[in-house]
């Protein structure tokens, strides 16, 4: 079967911004093929707060926000050449993308940054199906937040029968009083508290629109959150839909736990979304994260024919992907202890094999920790390239199952991400997590533990840290080395 066909304007917007990438997609592909695209990362003018207003001064792939469309099929490979024509070094990282170490675009770590100027091929395989992206891992927290971003999708081989494949890119833009991206980057606040919370919510690069229904439509709705900090707890008046993935990975088909689908920086859900609404109804799909600021995304409003006569009753089924199966009653622990920030128990870290106490490690732009260890961003800053690389947190055996007891020893949340690898989530304080759902970034809320487990089969340096990038910047990452 081809990839299903977008309707949806937005869709079709993204559609068509990817169309050099797509010129292949829909006809039937042999597995295995390359798929070829071009990423020009430049400066653009655009309309973020709709066309009545003017266009603003962001950075964008392909000059699109979201950057062009990368679609493909499991199995096939991808070959991206990179251009680079902002003014700072820059590299594409592939999140959620199980490749080799050499194409992770961690620059000082896996590859040197891409000069004003330069360019670099990206070359790996795709091993799985799901709903994956991209963005720059150099002064990721102002090159994401000005725009750089883009979806990739990787096809199953028989994706599940939908009448619409949709995907919501979500992103949370800091304005000015002018309209202006806020150059209030590095914030000594920002990085010490929740990170760069915006004021301005996109919805694939856009103001939100209502979303067009027609009854009893099946509808995959692949959600996003690209935000540097902003975390979404979405719930669906009405009809509620089904998750079918967690961060490109299948889940057992689950109702989302208390209504609420929770995205934080860097995380993705797949969802199956039956719409039982009659013609002429609306209902709202709001945000309840922060309480007392709850907000309503968008509508979705039912007009036209039914599409069938009743829902389609059968559960959408994902084909799983060959994850290796982590052995829990051989697997090696270690504990990783994320601590820090504003109102934490943090009295001093070390950063650059120095003990600091908290207020120099805050006129230095850091806040966190890991295992005690602040980061001092490797390769990450403006002199990219010339970053020295830190001592790894773990050393982990290739082949080897290994639990992480992560603690979570702050008032803050994080979202960890580990690159390389998919996890399962296998407690939470202590407890049995209900679908053992593999994922590549996972949030922990204030003084949680979260365990995972993995096997270490991917050989390289690989990046693990809080995907809020203002904690990433002010310290809270670390390599971990699968040797
Ligand atoms: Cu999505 Cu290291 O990042
Ligand atoms: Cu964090």
Known sequence: MPPPTLLDRREFL????????????????AAGRTREARLVAAPIRHPVRGDAHPPIDAWAYGGSIPGPLIRARQGDRLRVELENRLAQPTTVHWHGIRLPNAMDGVPGVTQQAVPPQGRFTYEFALPDAGTFWYHPHVRSSEQLDRGLYGLLIV???EPPAVDRDLAWVL???RLTQWGAVSESFGSPHDISHAGRIGNAITVNGLPPQDLRVRPHERIRLRLLNVANARIFALQFEGPQPVVIALDGQPVTPHRPPDGRIVLAPGMRC???LDATGAAGERHAVFDTFYPRQAFDLLHLVYEGAAVRAKPRPEPPLLPPNRLPEPELAQAVTHQLRFEGGMMGRMHRATLDGQSLPMMALLR?????AVNGVVSSGHGEGLHAGHGHAEPPVLVLERGRSYVLAMVNDSSWHHPIHLHGHHF???????????HQEWRDTVLMDPNERVDIAFVADNPGDWMLHCHVLEHQDGGMMAVFRVA
């Open 155 to 157: 096809d199953e081989p």
């Open 14 to 29: 993204l559609a068509a911004a990817a169309a050099p990438v797509l010129s292949a997609c829909n006809l039937p592909a």
């Open 171 to 173: 992103d949370d833009w």
């Open 364 to 368: 230095r732009g850091k806040a966190w």
């Open 270 to 272: 797949d969802l199956v």
């Open 424 to 434: 399962r989530v296998i407690r939470r304080n202590g407890r049995s997590t209900a």
